[in-house]
Nanobody, 124 residues
Framework: QVQLVESGGGLVQAGGSRRLSCATSERTFSSYGMGWFRQVPGKEREFVAGISWTAVNTWYADSVKGRFTISRDNAKNTVYLQMNSLKPEDTAVYYC?????????????????WGQGTQVTVSS
């Protein structure tokens, strides 16, 4: 069982930045593709960004391209989501997720392990 813990959420003004972190104690973290998803009440969870286990490949939802950057530090068992130029529509609960050897997937069902989420609220 891979346990994921997100942190870094909070309130930020539109145009501002925020960095989310997702940490795990899983020793095989470097074998997992990682993703960030977000969800607002009444809507389905949507893909935001993903990164392969080698960090060579990254992929993004069109809505965040050029504003968000996903990265990982396998020595620290941590994946990050740097969010810049935030907009009120970015307000959501953000979840990190892990899938073994996953690459280029935007599908919720492809990710086996999930964190509990962290709230990001962008005020206008």
């Amino acid at each position: 069982q891979v346990q994921l813990v997100e942190s870094g959420g909070g309130l930020v003004q539109a145009g501002g930045s925020r960095r989310l972190s997702c940490a795990t104690s899983e020793r095989t973290f470097s074998s997992y593709g990682m993703g960030w998803f977000r969800q607002v009440p009444g809507k389905e969870r949507e893909f935001v960004a993903g990164i392969s286990w080698t960090a060579v490949n990254t992929w993004y939802a069109d809505s965040v391209k050029g504003r968000f950057t996903i990265s990982r530090d396998n020595a620290k068992n941590t994946v990050y989501l740097q969010m810049n130029s935030l907009k009120p529509e970015d307000t959501a609960v953000y979840y990190c997720a892990a899938g073994y050897r996953l690459i280029r997937s935007q599908t919720v069902g492809d990710y086996r392990y999930w964190g509990q989420g962290t709230q990001v609220t962008v005020s206008s």
